[in-house]
């Protein structure tokens, strides 16, 4: 039973009663019921407000995660791993001689994460994986 039929149920076991309107108790009571009814309609108006939003946020997270796919799609050949003994396609610090070759590493200037990346791609349009800054590095700070 939701809030509605649990005031309805009340109001109608109030009338019930017969009770004398003249009484200030009865008069008490069905103020009580009056304010009670007023409550539970601002209570249906919340619910119907608070449904509506929560389809809002729907969209909204779809719409987002949609314009999220295009920003941020990189592709994978942006940033090959090597074939050694990394498992991270973004992170490659393993020191070995097979990703100076064809890749280009720099430091996160905000976490300190070494980042590995094709020589194909400019550094400015790099975003560390690990905490989501534009990688900011010189041409100097880049190793090839």
Do not use: H, Q, R
């Not at 200037?109 to 400019?122: A, N």
Request: charged share 40%.
């Amino acid at each position: 039973m939701n809030i509605t039929e649990k005031f309805a149920y009340l109001k109608g076991l109030a009338a019930g009663l017969d009770l004398d309107g003249e009484k200030a108790e009865v008069k008490l009571i069905n103020a009580m019921i009056d304010l009670l009814e007023e409550v539970v309609e601002t209570v249906d108006e919340i619910d119907d407000d608070l449904a509506e939003l929560e389809d809002y946020v729907e969209e909204l997270d779809e719409d987002l995660g949609e314009v999220e796919e295009l920003l941020y799609d990189l592709d994978d050949e942006d940033f090959d791993d090597c074939d050694c003994c990394c498992d991270d396609d973004y992170d490659c610090d393993c020191g070995c001689d097979c990703c100076d070759d064809d890749m280009l590493c720099a430091i996160c200037s905000e976490c300190g994460e070494t980042i590995c990346f094709d020589d194909s791609v400019d550094p400015s349009d790099i975003i560390c994986p690990k905490c989501g800054a534009a990688l900011c590095a010189d041409e100097e700070e880049i190793e090839g």
